[in-house]
């Protein structure tokens, strides 16, 4: 009697999932690349809205695709890439040379991000409960984000999700790479280099006429949503020592909350010098006639 094999296969490969795979395998090459990947994941795991994104370390990030429902944002579409991407956990994942993988935002959000003021003011505006990314790397200074996300409206993303993401991941990721040989050829737009020379200048230089480097440290992780105990663990300091950093940087700038201070750093960004040192609050504040307002805190307001 011959010997039966069990099948090593652990998602049920369903007549959907089977006609998405070969969507996605077809459309190698096409725009209609990323629609088939987003179709793909719908497959195995239930999603609201999503997209796809190419991270730079010296550009600004570049959307490709982002499917939502337009009635459940209070923000405009291109609030994220005027400047918050800085601040999304995500980004910074990309930015700190983190893996290719499947990475979910409550695994590598700070302690503080959902009290912090960028979660107040960005995704609570953005109708999300949860999000999670599958992150590719190009090369060494750029990678592809693809993402899901669940709405206010649905529960979070379950362990299972994750499983069932992982398993199809190698296969998309195995397909980002034929579809990124053959589109290479795509071109930078000057609009991205420029906006993200901004954000960084301001990341860098912000408050420095004010400011010891120590304080600007704990400044960005501030906005980042990081508690005074993870700040001081990753400073390698006392949270005591952290909690007086905090006050002295209120005391400096003037402000009394972390509205203020995400406002005041937002506002700042047109006004960084994208090639120098110069702090763009200073820009900021000695510029009478500059609109002080921007629109993703405008739109906020009016939530």
Not at 29 to 55: P, R
Not at 209 to 224: A, H, K, N
Request: net charge negative; glycine share 4%; hydrophobic share 45%.
């Amino acid at each position: 009697m011959q010997e039966e094999f069990p099948t090593p296969l652990c998602l049920p490969l369903s007549a959907g999932l089977i006609a998405a795979i070969a969507k996605m395998t077809e459309a190698i090459g096409s725009a209609d690349w990323f629609d088939a990947v987003l179709n793909l994941l719908g497959t195995v795991c239930a999603i609201d809205s999503g997209g796809a994104m190419v991270y730079h370390r010296e550009q600004r990030p570049r959307r490709i695709l982002h499917r939502f429902n337009p009635q459940e944002r209070a923000l405009p579409e291109d609030a994220y890439l005027s400047g918050p991407y800085a601040l999304d956990p995500h980004y910074q994942l990309f930015m700190a040379g983190g893996l290719n993988g499947v990475h979910s935002l409550r695994d590598i959000a700070p302690d503080d991000f959902f009290e912090s003021e960028y979660y107040r003011v960005f995704y609570s505006q953005i109708g999300l409960s949860d999000s999670i990314e599958l992150l590719w790397h190009i090369n060494a200074d750029s990678a592809l984000n693809i993402f899901i996300e669940r709405s206010i409206r649905h529960a979070k993303f379950q362990p299972m999700d994750m499983v069932a993401i992982n398993l199809v991941a190698p296969i998309i990721f195995a397909s980002a790479s034929k579809h990124h040989e053959l589109t290479a050829a795509a071109s930078r737009r000057d609009t991205d280099n420029l906006t993200h020379h901004k954000v960084r200048s301001t990341i860098e230089n912000f408050a420095s006429s004010l400011l010891t480097r120590r304080e600007r440290q704990v400044l960005f992780y501030m906005l980042s949503g990081y508690s005074s105990a993870l700040t001081a663990q990753r400073l390698n300091t006392t949270e005591g020592t952290i909690k007086i950093h905090r006050k002295n940087i209120h005391r400096k700038l003037d402000i009394g909350s972390q509205a203020e201070l995400f406002s005041l750093f937002i506002n700042c960004i047109p006004f960084a010098m994208s090639d120098g040192v110069a702090d763009p609050l200073e820009i900021y504040q000695r510029t009478p006639a500059a609109p002080k307002a921007i629109s993703l805190l405008e739109a906020a307001a009016r939530a």
